[in-house]
């Protein structure tokens, strides 16, 4: 099977070619320059690469920077994701299209099923809630893989910064009135590669929820990112989202259920703690 990856620079994208190739599956990283809003040359690209399966990694990822600049977070998240949805669908090759949890408004108390109707409140989440739906009409055999919370080597990201916070600082006030599934890239690829096969043959397309199991705050998180550090976990203090205002709101609960995965009899993601445990080994307290 051979995998072509946009955003093969990304904090998801570059594990992701990575993972590949140490596991011996032939892959083609789309080309430092391939800017997915370039509908002719995503077509040009794909036509060339003989992709049995494309990953769309790619996105505009600033939330915040989103508000300011929707029309952008819309070309990228929701043009950018159709333009490739539909040279895969013109060249033969299935997708899977990268998604988030902000698609949903976070007003919910029990996990999100994957057939809720999406809600977004922020421009980052209505731009990619476009970006489903573009992939899931564009006539490709497509799947929409919704993650959360993501961290893993080689990005910015939450858990690497309390690893900083951690040196600088005595003691960081995070918000634990956010609740989520933190998920690692390597824990989302391990989902990508379970579900690809099927999306290529056509049994497992549409909307599936690729997060870890379990469900905590930032600041259970940030704690648990202490701790497996060594440092006292007493040192991450709680705080509200009102005090911690930031241009786009983000979800409350943002817990996705994983009902259509477990129904395609797909092998049980990795918990948060223990995924978070294998994304820093070298950290581990335990
Ligand atoms: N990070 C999270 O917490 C999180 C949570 C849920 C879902 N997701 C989703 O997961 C996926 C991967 O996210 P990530 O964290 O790996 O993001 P990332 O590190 O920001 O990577 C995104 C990549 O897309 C590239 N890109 C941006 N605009 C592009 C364009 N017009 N054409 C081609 N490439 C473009 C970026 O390149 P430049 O850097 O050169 O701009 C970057 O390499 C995205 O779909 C994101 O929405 C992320």
Sequence with gaps: ????????????????????????????????????????????????????VVVNAAAFTAVDAAEADEERAIAVNGTGAGNVAAAAARHGAAVLQISTDYVFDGSATEPYDEDTPTAPVSAYGRSKAIGEAAVLSSGARAAVVRTAWLYGPGGGNFVSTMLRLERERDVVQVVDDQVGQPTSTDVLIDALLALAPGVV??????????????????????????????????????????????????????????????EAGLPDLATWPDALRAAYPGLSAD
């Design 1 to 52: 099977m051979i995998w072509f990856v946009t955003g093969a620079r990304g904090m998801l994208g570059h594990r992701l070619v990575e993972r590949l190739a140490a596991t011996g599956h032939q892959v083609i990283p789309a080309p430092r320059d391939l800017d997915i809003t370039a509908a002719e040359d995503v077509d040009r690209a794909l036509a060339s690469a003989g992709a049995d």
């Design 201 to 262: 043959d056509g049994s497992m397309l549409g909307c599936y929820h690729a997060t870890c199991r379990g469900q905590t705050s930032w600041c259970g998180l940030a704690s648990e990112v202490f701790r497996l550090a060594g440092a006292d976990s007493g040192r991450v203090q709680p705080t509200t989202s009102a005090a911690y205002v930031r241009p786009a709101p983000r979800p409350a609960f943002s817990v996705l259920s994983h009902r259509r995965w477990s």
